[in-house]
């Protein structure tokens, strides 16, 4: 991991060092004991895809909506080293472990600038921001916060936990950067709040804040205000795509085929059959089943793969088997390959294959997310004035 001549980072997808061996083991305890858990797995929430149900459900109960960058899913650690000095780490979805160099990086009390915060963690994106002069600055957008100097906040509501970030951590964080403004050149990376609207701000979000990013975008997340931060696939968060844009990550197999050799191969000494590894392979797409058994995966389909697309892989001259692939259906209804996904160690589980293929075939578009805000937008309403009249009622 390099770093720029300021400190500031050169790669979201390897922020800093990444922790290997015994170093590795104890993060991963010393989290999970913060938290409480048992499992030493990533203890971030997973989104579900957003289905027509869902729609419904949000006139259930109270959902804020935001935007979901095109970034890199981190848990942000702040802790303190063996020294009593500050230390953090970008926590990715492979569960590794990486350790910001740059010492610059300070996130002070409330009343004291030269204090700062240990048993930490807050959950966001670290996303490219472009800036006018053409040059990129990385952002770490927070969207949640499960614990502050160990005091754990998952069973708070939703914006409780943001009401209790921003008070205890952002304002100081931005307090220091106003009294001292040329440490800003400095950090390694900056950090913002992901502004949330109530859910029916479907409008607000198409037109002022989705085309005023400065970083890609790839959809809308929908949280819900009332339950707790959940550790693995929550489904109350939920991750709304364009329909064209809902995607399933696969891990690639290609199976190359045997051809018998061409009378000019005979005539070259070439006489038995072998692997034509220049021809469009078979691209076979598989799923994840779990960790127990033989049958880790599942074959799901082929991916379509033009003889252009395929020079293109060769061309990569990197490893291409088992590589877990981004792939999406075209109006054929066939998959295609958009990237691949090194910040990812696994498939998609079948679980969340059956999820993307409800949106796929369920699909919810722009025009009917715009359709239903004000039936979510009154039922909000009409639970807000029932609260009201019941706290009047208790008085």
């Known amino acids: ?12 997808d390897e922020p800093g060092v990444k922790a290997e061996g015994q170093l590795l083991y104890s993060m991963r305890k010393e989290v999970a004991e913060l938290l409480g858990r048992h499992q030493t797995g990533f203890p971030g929430a997973q ?19 935001c935007e979901k960058s095109d970034g890199i899913r981190y848990l942000l650690y702040l802790t303190d080293d063996e020294a009593g000095g500050e230390a953090h780490y970008l926590i990715d979805r492979k569960n590794d472990y990486w350790f910001i160099t740059n010492r610059n990086l300070h996130f ?49 509501t939703l914006d409780k936990r943001l009401a209790y970030f921003k008070e205890r951590l952002y304002t100081p964080y931005e307090k220091l950067f106003a009294e001292f403004p040329d440490e800003l050149q400095f950090q390694p990376f900056f950090v913002d709040m992901k502004p949330f609207q109530l859910g029916y701000g479907i409008e607000m979000m198409f037109k002022q804040v989705l085309p005023s990013l400065k970083h890609g975008n790839d959809g809308l997340i929908f949280t819900c205000r009332n339950t707790p931060y959940k550790h693995g696939t929550d489904p109350h968060i939920l991750k709304w795509k364009p329909p064209e844009e809902n995607t399933i990550d696969f891990r690639l197999k290609l199976i190359f085929p045997t051809v018998e050799p061409e009378e000019w191969e005979r005539r070259e000494g070439i006489t038995e059959p ?25 074959a799901f389909s082929d991916l379509y793969l033009t003889e252009k697309e395929w020079e293109t892989l060769k061309g990569l001259n990197d490893p291409l088997n088992d590589r877990i692939i981004e792939c999406n259906q075209d109006d054929q209804g066939r998959w295609r390959m958009l990237r691949f996904r090194d910040d990812k160690s696994e ?34 309403k009409a639970r807000q004035a029932r609260a009201d009249q019941e706290s009047r009622r208790g008085r």
């Open 47 to 65: 989104p579900v895809s957003f289905a027509r149900t869902h729609l419904d459900e949000m006139t259930k109960q109270d959902y804020y909506v």
């Open 108 to 156: 002070p009390l409330v009343n004291d600038l030269s204090a700062f915060h240990t048993a930490t963690l807050v959950d966001g994106e670290l996303v490219w921001d472009s800036l006018a002069n053409g040059k990129k600055q990385p952002r770490f957008l927070v969207f949640d916060c499960l614990v502050m100097d160990g005091n754990k906040l998952m069973d708070r």
């Open 274 to 298: 072998f692997v034509d590894y220049d021809s469009v392979p078979r691209a076979e797409l598989l799923i994840f089943q779990g960790d127990s058994g033989p049958n880790r995966y599942e």
């Open 347 to 380: 498939a998609n589980h079948r679980s969340t294959v059956t999820s993307v293929l409800e949106s796929i075939s369920d699909r919810v578009s722009e025009k009917d997310l715009y359709r239903a805000a004000g039936r979510i937008r009154d039922s909000w």
């Open 1 to 12: 991991m390099e770093q720029s001549p300021d400190g500031q980072i050169s790669s979201i």
